[in-house]
């Protein structure tokens, strides 16, 4: 009898100790590890989304456009060309592309590659005042330059929440953390940004007057 009276008043006992050493290791950082990798990962999901919503918007901008001149059918095959290699590399991204810095720079190279093609298509436009007059083209630049936007702004958050994850798992008490309890944490890798762009993502290709 006494033994069971023991054993009732025990599992109380152990459940606040369990409640209150879960409380003091939350305190002192066991959850930010894996806080910071998953608001990496959804900031990445963002850049995706955002990379993904501007290769949808070329097709349109293509037809609109198909009016050019002769010498100006490079300019257009260019815009076509890398949107097709960067839509076949986003949908053949590797599990492991965020800590891999390989896979991680033929994903930007791909996508800055439609983005310089992609300027300069709407740059040659000015050449062409009946097409960028259209109000359809108006209408695919206007949202063209807001999904560039708000690519600059998905790539800093992205950066700024990697930044914060590989601080923490490469530095003290984090990196206790990481031998400790999440051995497979690996850095993650990041975009090759300038400066300037991390400061003030307003795009704008200079198309509107």
Request: proline content about 5%.
């Amino acid at each position: 009898m006494a033994h069971t009276q023991a054993l009732r008043l025990a599992r109380p006992i152990a459940a606040i100790l369990f409640a209150a050493i879960s409380l003091s290791l939350a305190g002192c950082g066991i959850n930010t590890i894996p806080t910071y990798e998953q608001n990496a990962k959804a900031a990445w999901s963002e850049v995706l989304n955002q990379y993904k919503r501007r290769a949808d918007l070329i097709p349109n901008l293509v037809e609109t456009v198909k009016g050019f001149a002769d010498q100006e059918r490079t300019v257009l095959t260019d815009v076509v060309e890398a949107r097709a290699k960067a839509t076949q590399v986003q949908a053949n991204i590797p599990a492991d592309i965020l800590t891999n810095p390989e896979a991680m720079q033929k994903f930007q190279d791909a996508q800055n590659q439609l983005g310089g093609a992609l300027g300069r298509l709407l740059a040659v436009v000015e050449r062409y005042p009946d097409i960028k007059s259209g109000q359809n083209f108006l209408a695919l630049q206007s949202q063209i330059e807001g999904t560039e936007n708000r690519i600059a702004i998905a790539r800093r958050d992205y950066i700024q929440s990697v930044r914060a994850y590989n601080t923490e798992i490469t530095t003290f008490p984090g990196r206790i953390w990481r031998a400790v309890m999440y051995p497979s944490s690996k850095e993650m890798a990041t975009f090759d940004i300038p400066a300037e762009e991390m400061k003030a993502p307003k795009v704008d290709f200079g198309t509107k007057k």
